[in-house]
Structures are given as structure tokens and as C-alpha cells.
């Protein structure tokens, strides 16, 4: 018999297929349209074990769908633009052009390796003229829409990478999430997408299926709030707004404070304090975002020597900087309610200031406290309040406020608008020009793409290299016609990642983004596989995107994609794999000495795919016996010798109940106990060859089934095996099998229990119950440890499908 040599068959039906062009998918098909989308891949130099670990079970899934019957668009495309190809020009004097293609040209021929069924001709690379010319068209499109505009914004700053950051990408104590250099700020002219006018749409997930732990993860971070805006008062007549979630403890405010920038600061601080606070901001000006909010930052602060005043009661209350208050999150000023709020209440306590009870906790008796009520409780010390419990308060306040006139409901939200520009050369480059005569100019449609100039330097200087690139930044105003300046920002990387999947429908395209007939048949995505970390980034932005889009006319869907699974982390010696560390699993050598089918059946085993597993030589081994024991049996003769009717029929059972695990499992993303059911069955078909008791077209459809049931796992495999049996080429142009309901039923018997010889219980089992299973069910009895009391167990025998005896003495 021939040995199973993965590699070269491997080779040999990838080969096959291209040249069949077997996965290549068309609209015009009578099978109901499925639309499997995996996150494409970053061109970051070669595909690791992550990036099998994402593709390979999401082509499983797709692979699966595809034989259930629809027409299944799984479509692969590299993610090309961003900061490390530029950095590897200024490093390595590669243009990141050269860079990035190199690497695509890898990953692609490393993606092939994977056996998935990709429609190559369906392939996007976002750095590329044809695809980002439409990039440049939807940003026209969303500043035609008023959604694009420019304004000026501190950034965060790295001064390592030479570059703005998202707040996003600074981490830890504000640090930069590339290189780890600590973070400063910036003041730039900025474009910005009003991403905020669809807060309130993007908390509403009733049209998607997507796991609840994104769907809270993007609530929070948009982070809507009812409350209050209370104006108070300043001593020279002024006033300014406070928003708060809290306005019943408006009575227990004893001190304000202010962000350090906060425009009113500069007015009302005294002579006396004026150079401390200069000395402050100026300290926090150096600060990040993350920085001054950190929850472990000591809450300091300085006093202003101005006074605000509440107008509910009259009182009036120091005013204070501090840095942990922000000008670009509600008005830059809150009021502070020591006792009903923890960061206050030590603040309070710090600078000595009052500490005033108004939400009296159940049984308070009016002792001081030690730390703040931040629960319900009654209103005191509240004027005509007091007695009210504080749910109710905080509706009969904000109505006394709006009556009055000094506060107004409103709605807050955590959400900033989508800052796009991005001061670096490897983006889309913005389509502006800016003309002395007539402002900010849109570059028409019928002059896009702006081409990324080929002739741009790469120094270290932090600039966008665009900006020194004489023949790019001077152009003539398409409005007037006079010299004029082009916008020298590219746009943010999500920006090319929040479209893609519509281009995929139709990527030859080119006089539109999308065929609009063939994007109306394949989009929305059904189901989008990836990581979660992309939970309030591309998964947001995408969504916004879409949403914004359709309010254009220009899509018909609300959602870009229905369903979404996340799946976790490969990980290697307990930890995250690690280049520098040498923590790293190059799946090229695994492919090459067990091949990708063994590599994708072991990712897929390796435990709950949604929560991620660890990576081990010796499972991927086992994993590479098993499959040779399915060549060995499927190859290997089988001739029944006394077949009898009991073990043909459990052979069917085994088989149909394999098939209704295996589709149940991939239906709802179990690869792992897929895999396992399986095995199992390979190993029950390894008995059934030795008893050779089941009659012969048992064993073929029991064969057969495996064959099909293996061949989205292992697409390699089965198809040579499929055709040294004799069946029609393609396995994968072959429908999923069904299983028979009755056939795939659980069977039980009677299982009889006896102690020295005497029937003592009874209790039904299943037929598929393993004789250390009977054991341990009959000893666990009530009745039978009854009889068997202190008596010593001897032994105890089992009888197959019928009883259980233990001997005792
Ligand atoms: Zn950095
Ligand atoms: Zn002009």
C-alpha cells in the first residue's frame, strides 16, 4: 500500500484546483449566496501560527457551507498600508512599496500553503492605486455629506515613531503601543469623521449576532449618559456648565473643578494663585489623556482663589484645576460631591475641604464618612428635597432645574469623533487641496486617485515625508486654478479596513467601489471570524461606516456583518509567542514535515477555538498518527468474514451519530470536539476491521462518511483519498452528509447489576457505554453499596451489553 505522503499530495491538488479554478464563485449560481469573511491580515512580513489559527478553522467553516449547499464567497486580501513599512524604509532604505509587496508576495504564497478555498481572483491590497482611489472617493463622500472636517485637536504624540497616535494605540500609563516610548502631546490641524452623530444607532445591535461581550465593549466605549448640564454662577457674574449622571447630590457640592485649559481659568484665577496654576497646567500639558485619567494617578490640584455658586442654595465654593478633569470630555468642569463620590471624597480630604452629606444611607445616623455613599439613599441637607428617596430626586431636581432655569437634561456621550489624518506617507493620501483664494478644496472625483508620489524621502524628522515631496504638495486649485497646496495627512489604516469587505464582491471594478449588482448579492457578510481585540476600533468604525453609506444611498444594508465569531490566542509555553523571545511556531516547517492539513486538523483540536490553546510538538504529532490511520484503514482491504446484524447495525449508528455530531459541532464552531468525534470514529472503524463482523456496505458508507465529513478539515487528505476509492472528483463538490434520525439515535439496554451472582438493580444506559463506565455506574448505586456494606470487593466482571457482577467477600 502506498505511503501517506502529505507534502507532495498536499502540492499536487493545490495545484489542481487553481488550475480547475474549483473555488472561484459567481454570482450568477442557483444556490442561496453565503458570504465567510475572515479579518484580512496585516503585511507585516510572514504569516505566523496566529494567522493559521485564525484562517484555518473560519476556510473549515466556510469549506462546511460550501457542501451544505450555498455558494460561499470566502475571499483573502492583505491590509497594506501603515507605519512599519515606512519605518522600514527609513531603517533599511526599502521603498515601503518594495517593502509591502515583498511581504504580500510571501504571505499569498504562504496562504496557498493553507488549502483554503480563497477565490484569488477576487484578491484586495489596500496600498494599491486601484483600491485606495476608492478610499479617497469615500472620504469625498463623507465630507460632501458634512461627516468630514477638520479641526484643531491636541494629539498624543510618540516621539520615538515620529507620530500622532490614537488614544487607542497609547497603553499602559501612556505609553506608545509600537515602542513603548512615553507619550506626549500636540496640537495639529486634524481631518476628523463625525463618527458621534451615530452614537446612539451604534448602540442598537438588534440586527446582529454578535458575541455579548463585543456588543458591551462597544457600549462602553460610546458610553452614553442621561443626566444634567447645571449652569453655575462665577462672582463676576459668569456662568459655566457642569454635566453630571448625578444632579440629587447637587445640594453636596462643595468645591468645582476645572480642567487646567479650561478657556474661563485664565480669567478668573487670582493674582495671589496665578503662578502655581501656570506651573500646573503647564506640567499637565505634558500629560496624556491616559495619563491624567489613570485611576492609580494621585488626584492632585491647585487652588484658583475664585469661587463658584451654586444657585440652588446660594453657597459658594472654591474653584480648583486638576489634571485628572479634561477639556475634551463634557464641558471641561465638574462639580465635586465629596461624599457621594470616591475621587472627590479624597480629594476633599486631601485639601481639607467639606465634606457634606445629602443621600443619607439606610439607618445613617449622621456620623461622618469614611469613604463615599455612592449608593441609593434618601435626600437630606436638600432644601424642599429633603425625604425624597434619590432615584426620585434626580427626576425632581433636573425638572426643578429646567424650571428654574439653571440646568438642562441632556444626553452624554463617552464617544469622540474618528480622527483620521494620520502625519506619515503610507496611507491614502487625503484628496485636499488647500488655495489661498478659495480655502479647503475637495480634489474632483475625476482626478482621484492622488498617487502616493514615488519619488518621496524617508528621513526621521516626524514630518509626513508628503510634506517635503515638492511635487506632490504643489498643485493648482481645482476650484480657481491658482498655485495651491495639497493636504500632505494619509488617512488612518481603519479607514481602508472599514470598506473592504464591499470591494471583494466585485474588485475589477473600475469606474465605482463595487459593482452595485453584485454587491447587492453578496453583501451583507453572514459571518465575519477575527479577533477581539478589534472590538472598538474596525469593528466600530466599520460599522459607522456602513451605516453612513447607507444614509448616502450609496448601500442597502444597515449592518456590514451579520454574524461574528471571535476566536482567542494561540499560545506557546504558557505565554503570548514572541519573535525576540524565540517563542515562535513557523508553521512552514510543520506543513513541510506533516503537512497543513495535520496543521489545521491540530489548531482546530487544540481546544475551544473562541477561547484559544496552547501550541505542543507532541499534539501536533498525534494529530499527524491519526491521519495516517485513516489512510491506512481507508486504503486497507476490507472483507467481512461472519458479519452479523448487532454489529452492522452500532457500525450505522456510530456513523450517522458522527454525522450529527460533526455538522452540530461546526455549526456552531466546536472544531475541537469535531475533531475528537472523529477520532473516535476512526478508531471504532480500526476494531470493525479486526472483528470484520459488519457487512461490507456498512463499512463503505461508515468510509465514505468519514471521507466527506474530513473534508473541510482536511481538504488535502480527503480528496486523495476520495479519488483512490474511486469516487468522482471533487470530494468538495460533494454535498454534506445527512444523517438518518433513527439511525443516529442513542440506543440503551437494560443494564443488569448483581452482587456475588444475585440480580440486585437495573438501570438503562446507553449501548455506547464503555466498560469502565458500567463499572464505576454499578459501584456508585445506592442499592448495591447497600449489599455491599463493609464486604471487600473481589473483583468484578463485565459482561458486554448486558450485566455487571460484583464479587465480594
Ligand atoms: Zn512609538
Ligand atoms: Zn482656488
Given at each position: 500500500m502506498a505511503r501517506y505522503k502529505a507534502h507532495e499530495l498536499e502540492q499536487r491538488w493545490q495545484q489542481q484546483w487553481a488550475q480547475d479554478r474549483l473555488y472561484e464563485v459567481s454570482e450568477d449560481d442557483p444556490r442561496p449566496k453565503r458570504y465567510e469573511l475572515t479579518m484580512f491580515p496585516y503585511t507585516s512580513g510572514d504569516l505566523h501560527i496566529g494567522h493559521w489559527y485564525a484562517m484555518a478553522p473560519s476556510d473549515v467553516h466556510a469549506r462546511f457551507m460550501r457542501m451544505k449547499g450555498y455558494n460561499v464567497l470566502h475571499p483573502m486580501g492583505f491590509d497594506a498600508f501603515g507605519l512599519p513599512a515606512e519605518n522600514a524604509a527609513i531603517s533599511r532604505g526599502i521603498h515601503p512599496y518594495t517593502w509591502t509587496m515583498d511581504n504580500v508576495e510571501t504571505m499569498r504564497r504562504q496562504l496557498r500553503s493553507l488549502g483554503?478555498?480563497?477565490?484569488?481572483?477576487?484578491e484586495v491590497v489596500t496600498c494599491l492605486p486601484n483600491y485606495y482611489k476608492w478610499t479617497q472617493w469615500f472620504f469625498f463622500k463623507l465630507y460632501q455629506a458634512g461627516l468630514a472636517y477638520r479641526g484643531k485637536a491636541p494629539v498624543n504624540w510618540c516621539p520615538n515613531c515620529q507620530t500622532v497616535l490614537a488614544n487607542e494605540q497609547?497603553?499602559?500609563?501612556?505609553?506608545?503601543?509600537?515602542?513603548?516610548t512615553e507619550v506626549t502631546r500636540k496640537d495639529l490641524e486634524q481631518w476628523f469623521f463625525r463618527i458621534t452623530r451615530y452614537a446612539d444607532e451604534l448602540l442598537d445591535f438588534s440586527q446582529i449576532e454578535w458575541p455579548e461581550r463585543i456588543k458591551i465593549m462597544q457600549a462602553n466605549w460610546i458610553g452614553r449618559s442621561e443626566g444634567v448640564e447645571i449652569r453655575f454662577g462665577l462672582e463676576d457674574g459668569e456662568e459655566f456648565g457642569v454635566f453630571t449622571?448625578?444632579?440629587?447630590?447637587?445640594?453636596?457640592?462643595t468645591f468645582m473643578v476645572f480642567a487646567?485649559?479650561?478657556?474661563?481659568v485664565e480669567k478668573f484665577t487670582t493674582a495671589e494663585h496665578k503662578k502655581e496654576v501656570d506651573r500646573y497646567a503647564e506640567q499637565a500639558r505634558k500629560q496624556s489623556d491616559i495619563e491624567r485619567t489613570a485611576t492609580e494617578q494621585d488626584k492632585s490640584g491647585v487652588f484658583t482663589g475664585a469661587y463658584a455658586i451654586?444657585?440652588?442654595?446660594g453657597e459658594r465654593v472654591p474653584i480648583f484645576i486638576a489634571d485628572?478633569?479634561?477639556?475634551?470630555?463634557?464641558?471641561?468642569a465638574v462639580m465635586a460631591v465629596p461624599a457621594h463620590d470616591q475621587r472627590d471624597f479624597e480629594f476633599a480630604q486631601r485639601y481639607g475641604l467639606p465634606i457634606k452629606v445629602v443621600i443619607a444611607p439606610?439607618?445613617?445616623?449622621?456620623e461622618d464618612f469614611t469613604?463615599?455613599?455612592?449608593e441609593q439613599g434618601t435626600m437630606v441637607n436638600?432644601?424642599?428635597?429633603?425625604?425624597?428617596p434619590n432615584e426620585q430626586g434626580k427626576e425632581a431636581v433636573a425638572d426643578y432645574m429646567e424650571e428654574k432655569g439653571c440646568g438642562q437634561r441632556r444626553t452624554s456621550y463617552r464617544l469622540r469623533d474618528?480622527?483620521?489624518?494620520?502625519?506619515?506617507?503610507?496611507?491614502?493620501?487625503?484628496?485636499m487641496v488647500y488655495c489661498d483664494r478659495c480655502g479647503i478644496v475637495p480634489v474632483p472625483?475625476?482626478?482621484?486617485?492622488?498617487l502616493l508620489p514615488e519619488d518621496a524621502e524617508f528621513r526621521?524628522?516626524?514630518?509626513?515625508p508628503l510634506k517635503y515631496c515638492e511635487s506632490f504638495v504643489n498643485t493648482t486649485c481645482p476650484?480657481?486654478?491658482?498655485p495651491a497646496k495639497r493636504e500632505t495627512d494619509t488617512m488612518d489604516t481603519f479607514m481602508c479596513s472599514s470598506w473592504y469587505q464591499l470591494r471583494y464582491?466585485?474588485?475589477?471594478?473600475?469606474?465605482?467601489?463595487?459593482a452595485k449588482d453584485k454587491l447587492e448579492y453578496w453583501c451583507p457578510v453572514d459571518q465575519y471570524t477575527g479577533g477581539?481585540?478589534?472590538?472598538?476600533?474596525h469593528l466600530l468604525y466599520t460599522r459607522f461606516f456602513t451605516k453612513a453609506l447607507r444614509d448616502m444611498g450609496?448601500?442597502?444594508?444597515?449592518?456590514?456583518?451579520i454574524r461574528l465569531f471571535n476566536q482567542g490566542v494561540i499560545v506557546i509555553e504558557r505565554q503570548k509567542m514572541s519573535k525576540s523571545k524565540g517563542r515562535?511556531?513557523?508553521p512552514d516547517e510543520y506543513v513541510a514535515e506533516l503537512g497543513a492539513d495535520a496543521v489545521r486538523a491540530y489548531l482546530m483540536f487544540i481546544g475551544p477555538w473562541n477561547q484559544g490553546g496552547e501550541w505542543d510538538d507532541r499534539g501536533i504529532k498525534g494529530i499527524a498518527r491519526w491521519l495516517n490511520r485513516v489512510w491506512d484503514l481507508v486504503l486497507g482491504d476490507y472483507a467481512p468474514q461472519k458479519p452479523d446484524e448487532a454489529s452492522t447495525r452500532q457500525l450505522r449508528h456510530m456513523t450517522h451519530r458522527t454525522i450529527r455530531k460533526v455538522t452540530q459541532d461546526l455549526e456552531g464552531f466546536r472544531f475541537n470536539t469535531m475533531v475528537a468525534v472523529l477520532m473516535e470514529l476512526t478508531n471504532y472503524l480500526g476494531k470493525v476491521r479486526d472483528e470484520k463482523d459488519v457487512e461490507k456496505a456498512a463499512w463503505d458508507e461508515a468510509i465514505d462518511s468519514l471521507l466527506l465529513l474530513l473534508a473541510p478539515t482536511a481538504p488535502h487528505l480527503a480528496e486523495e483519498l476520495w479519488t483512490r476509492t474511486g469516487?468522482?472528483?471533487?470530494?468538495?463538490n460533494q454535498s454534506f452528509p445527512q444523517w438518518d434520525a433513527e439511525l443516529a439515535a442513542e440506543e440503551e439496554f437494560t443494564l443488569v447489576i448483581q452482587v456475588n451472582g444475585k440480580l440486585r438493580d437495573r438501570v438503562t444506559v446507553p449501548v455506547t457505554i464503555t466498560e469502565d463506565e458500567a463499572r464505576e455506574l454499578a459501584l456508585s448505586r445506592e442499592r448495591i453499596q447497600d449489599y455491599l456494606n463493609d464486604r471487600k470487593i473481589v473483583r468484578v466482571i463485565y459482561v458486554p451489553r448486558r450485566l455487571v457482577n460484583v464479587v465480594a467477600s
Open positions: 483554503a478555498i480563497y477565490d484569488w481572483s477576487r497609547v497603553v499602559g500609563e501612556g505609553t506608545c503601543e509600537r515602542c513603548g449622571t448625578r444632579p440629587d447630590t447637587v445640594y453636596g457640592v487646567p485649559e479650561h478657556p474661563l451654586n444657585k440652588l442654595n485628572y478633569v479634561l477639556m475634551s470630555y463634557g464641558t471641561g439606610p439607618d445613617w445616623s449622621g469613604e463615599a455613599w455612592v436638600s432644601a424642599q428635597f429633603d425625604g425624597t474618528w480622527l483620521i489624518s494620520r502625519q506619515r506617507y503610507w496611507g491614502a493620501p487625503i484628496p472625483e475625476s482626478d482621484l486617485p492622488v526621521p524628522t516626524g514630518e509626513s476650484a480657481c486654478g491658482a464582491a466585485s474588485p475589477e471594478c473600475d469606474d465605482a467601489p463595487f477581539a481585540e478589534h472590538a472598538t476600533m450609496i448601500v442597502a444594508f444597515d449592518e456590514p456583518f515562535v511556531v513557523n469516487h468522482p472528483y471533487s470530494i468538495h
